[in-house]
Every structure is written in structure tokens, then in C-alpha cells.
């Protein structure tokens, strides 16, 4: 397992996982999704522990992704508003410049 995370290889990963789950070692397939987070398709092992019957296993790794998908969400909303005041705030500045120019 540890191999398989430091690999840095996503279908070495999900191998390993599948693995597991043939053999019904559900508390190592829900180690393993701890142990290669970063390289797990979400919707990958969302399938395999359905197919499983095992969802209350992946739950714990599922609802993690969802908080940082939502966290990345509200960033890049937040930087894109910001973006849109300064360009707004740009332009209103230099429509003044313009103003006082004339």
C-alpha cells in the first residue's frame, strides 16, 4: 500500500484497491483510499464501493473530496469577484481620470 502511494501512479493505485475489494478486505481497500488520496479518481472509487456494496467503507474518503471541492469552489469564486472589483474600480478610476482631463 505504502508502494502504491509513493509511486505516484493513479492506475497502480486503483489496482490495489480492486484488489482488496476482491478479496473482501474492505478495511485495507478503506486504508488504501487514506494512503493514495491524491492520486484516486473520486468517481472511480465511488463506483468500486457501490459495485461492493461498500459505500459506508469509502464515505469517510468521499465526504473529504467533496469538502475540498467545495473549499476550491468558494476560493476561485472569491478570487473571480475580487478580479471583477478591481477591473470594475479600474475602470471608474480611469473614467474619472478622463473626467478631470477634459
Known amino acids: 500500500?505504502?508502494?502504491?502511494?509513493?509511486?505516484?501512479?493513479?492506475?497502480?493505485?486503483?489496482?490495489l484497491l480492486e484488489w482488496f475489494?476482491?478479496?473482501?478486505?474492505?478495511?485495507?481497500?478503506?486504508?488504501?483510499?487514506?494512503?493514495?488520496?491524491?492520486?484516486?479518481?473520486?468517481?472511480?472509487?465511488?463506483?468500486?464501493?457501490?459495485?461492493?456494496?461498500?459505500?459506508?467503507?469509502a464515505m469517510p474518503y468521499l465526504i473529504q473530496v467533496m469538502r475540498e471541492y467545495v473549499t476550491k469552489v468558494r476560493q476561485h469564486r472569491a478570487s473571480s469577484l475580487f478580479a471583477a472589483c478591481i477591473a470594475s474600480f479600474t475602470c471608474v478610476c480611469l473614467m474619472q481620470v478622463i473626467e478631470i482631463c477634459k
Do not use: N
Open 1 to 15: 500500500m505504502t508502494y502504491a502511494g509513493e509511486s505516484r501512479d493513479t492506475e497502480l493505485a486503483e489496482d
Open 21 to 57: 475489494l476482491e478479496r473482501q478486505r474492505f478495511e485495507c481497500f478503506s486504508a488504501g483510499l487514506y494512503t493514495c488520496y491524491d492520486l484516486l479518481r473520486p468517481d472511480v472509487v465511488l463506483e468500486q464501493a457501490w459495485r461492493h456494496g461498500i459505500v459506508d467503507y
